[in-house]
C-alpha cells in the first residue's frame, strides 16, 4: 500500500517536472517581447479609458499607437501636451490638436419648448424617451432633457441646468465626444472651441408649425442664407452652415427673428 502511494507521488511530481520544464522552454522560446515603448506611452495618457479615440482603452491605443496604426493626435483627451509627449517617445513630427468642446444646438427649454398634453411618467432616459413618446415637448428635434449626456461624460463636465438644457463646463471638458455619441436626438454637436456661430435649433417642420412647438426655433425663413453668399443653406426647412464658407459679418444676426442663429463670446486661445 505504502509502495503504491510513493510510486503515485514519484509520478504525479515527475509528470508535474516534466510538463512546468516545457512550459518554461516553451515561454522563453515562444515568448513575444513587449515594446518598452508601449509602456511608456501608456503612463503618459490620461487612464480615463474612456474610449473616445475609438480603442478599447488607453493601453489599447499605446499599442495602436507604437504600431502606427493611430496618429499621436489620436487621443481627444490628452489633448496637445499628450500628443507632442507621444511623438517625442516616437520621433515622429508633432502635429497641433484643435481642442473640439461640445456645443448643446438646442433651446428649446422649460419656457421655449411647448410641452404635450399628456404627461410622459416611464423612464427618464433620453434613449427610451426617443424610441417609447418622443418626449414631453411638441418638438421631435429638440432635447430630451433625459440627462443621457451627463451621465456619459465621465469628468463631470457638462449637468442639466434649471431650464432643463444640457449645460457644459468648459474648464472640465476635455472634448471627448462620448456626450454627442449619447444624444439620441444629435442635438450634441463636437465643434473646435474658437468656433462661435451657430444655429441653435435642429428642427426641420415646415415653419409654421415650427414656431407653434418652440418660440426659439429655426422657422425656415431663409434671410441668414439669402445674405450669407453660400456660408449658410436651407435643407429640410432648417438653416445649415457651411463653415468652409462661412463668413461671419455677412450674417444679418438682428434680423432673426427666433434669435436662432447666434454669435457666442468665446475665448481665442
Known amino acids: 500500500m505504502e509502495l503504491t502511494i510513493i510510486t503515485a507521488i514519484v509520478t504525479m511530481g515527475g509528470l508535474g517536472f516534466l510538463f ?7 515561454d522563453k522560446k515562444l ?6 515603448l508601449i509602456e511608456k506611452i501608456n503612463q503618459i495618457l490620461p487612464g480615463a479609458n474612456c474610449g473616445a479615440c475609438g480603442n478599447a482603452g488607453c493601453y489599447d491605443f499605446a ?8 496618429e499621436p493626435n ?3 483627451v490628452g489633448g496637445e501636451d499628450v500628443a507632442n509627449t507621444i511623438a517625442e517617445i516616437l520621433g515622429v513630427e508633432k502635429s497641433n490638436i484643435t481642442k473640439l468642446i461640445p456645443r448643446i444646438l438646442c433651446n428649446g427649454n422649460k419656457f421655449n419648448a411647448v410641452k404635450k398634453d399628456v404627461i410622459y411618467s416611464g423612464p427618464q432616459s433620453c434613449a427610451v424617451k426617443a424610441i417609447v413618446s418622443g418626449g414631453d415637448k411638441l418638438c421631435y428635434y429638440g432635447c430630451l432633457g433625459g440627462g443621457d449626456c451627463v451621465k456619459a461624460c465621465p469628468f463631470g463636465a457638462i449637468i442639466m441646468n434649471d431650464d432643463e438644457l444640457p449645460l457644459v463646463i468648459e474648464e472640465l471638458c476635455t472634448g471627448c465626444g462620448l456626450c454627442a455619441k449619447a444624444c439620441p436626438r444629435n442635438v450634441i454637436e463636437m465643434h473646435p472651441i474658437q468656433r462661435n456661430i451657430f444655429v441653435f435649433c435642429k428642427n426641420q417642420d415646415e415653419p409654421k408649425r415650427a414656431k407653434e412647438v418652440c418660440s426659439v426655433s429655426c422657422i425656415g425663413c431663409g434671410i441668414c442664407a439669402r445674405k450669407s453668399d453660400g456660408g449658410i443653406q436651407m435643407i429640410n426647412n432648417l438653416a445649415i452652415i457651411n463653415y468652409e464658407k462661412l463668413d461671419g459679418t455677412k450674417i444679418p444676426f438682428e434680423k432673426c427673428s427666433t434669435g436662432a442663429i447666434k454669435k457666442l463670446d468665446v475665448a481665442t486661445n
Do not use: H, M, W
Not at 20 to 26: E, N, P, Q, T, Y
Not at 31 to 36: G, K
Not at 63 to 70: A, P, T
Open 20 to 26: 512546468s520544464s516545457g512550459l518554461a522552454f516553451a
Open 74 to 76: 489620436a487621443c481627444p
Open 63 to 70: 499599442v495602436k499607437v507604437v504600431e502606427r496604426k493611430i
Open 31 to 36: 515568448r513575444v517581447e513587449e515594446n518598452p
